[in-house]
Antibody, heavy 117, light 109 residues
């Protein structure tokens, strides 16, 4: 069974940093690209970042470019999102998702990030 | 960047009725790389349709997708109680990948 479990969310002050993790199981992790998608409270889905199976191709939404860094450790079946210079508008539930040809076919349950003083 | 516009914002229907949801792209979506997701309150999104018209594993055949280029449609032939949810379209054929529409809420009338 495919499982994606996010962790690392919490309450953080504006300007500070946070690192999210996503532990994957139930599939061959290094066969798939992975993505982060976020959802602000009561709002729609926003794609944040994606990384290819071998980290050779990485992309970011304009809203996070230069502040967030996606990475993965295939030996640990883990995906990460380093978030720096956090802003109030980064407050959201952050999902990691497996990509099958670009389609997000499995999603975790999300980890909540709240940016507030 | 491709912008996806979904309509209507909210669709009020009764169980058993047909639902037609629209997703319009600001420019052509290459190779029909268009997906649809369903999200229920408190749950993660679930993939319904990919490649504009292919159903994901385990998705009932009352869900169907169609369209190409800039105009795409998700149809639910007969609404079941569990189908009342928010639906998002997503394009994954150009950079940046993963652009979502703003969502259509299907609510019980």
């Amino acid at each position: 069974e495919v499982q994606l479990v996010e962790s690392g969310g919490g309450l953080v002050q504006p300007g500070r940093s946070l690192r999210l993790s996503c532990a994957a199981s139930g599939f061959t992790f290094d066969d798939y690209a992975m993505h982060w998608v976020r959802q602000a409270p009561g709002k729609g889905l926003e794609w944040v970042s994606g990384i290819s199976w071998n980290s050779g191709s990485i992309g970011y939404a304009d809203s996070v470019k230069g502040r967030f860094t996606i990475s993965r450790d295939n030996a640990k079946n883990s995906l990460y999102l380093q978030m720096n210079s956090l802003r109030a508008e980064d407050t959201a539930l952050y999902y990691c998702a497996r990509a099958f040809g670009g389609v997000l076919d499995y999603w975790g349950q999300g980890t909540l990030v709240t940016v507030s003083s | 960047e491709i912008v996806l516009t979904q309509s209507p914002g909210t669709l009020s229907l009764s169980p058993g009725e047909r639902a037609t949801l629209s997703c319009r792209a600001s420019q052509s979506v290459s190779s029909s790389y268009l997906a649809w997701y369903q999200q229920k309150p408190g749950q993660a999104p679930r993939l319904l349709i990919y490649g504009a018209s292919s159903r994901a594993t385990g998705i009932p055949d009352r869900f169907s997708g169609s369209g190409s280029g800039t105009d795409f449609t998700l149809t639910i032939s007969r609404l079941e109680p569990e189908d009342f949810a928010v639906y998002y379209c997503q394009q994954y054929g150009s950079s940046p990948p993963g652009t979502f529409g703003q969502g259509t809420k299907v609510e019980i009338k």
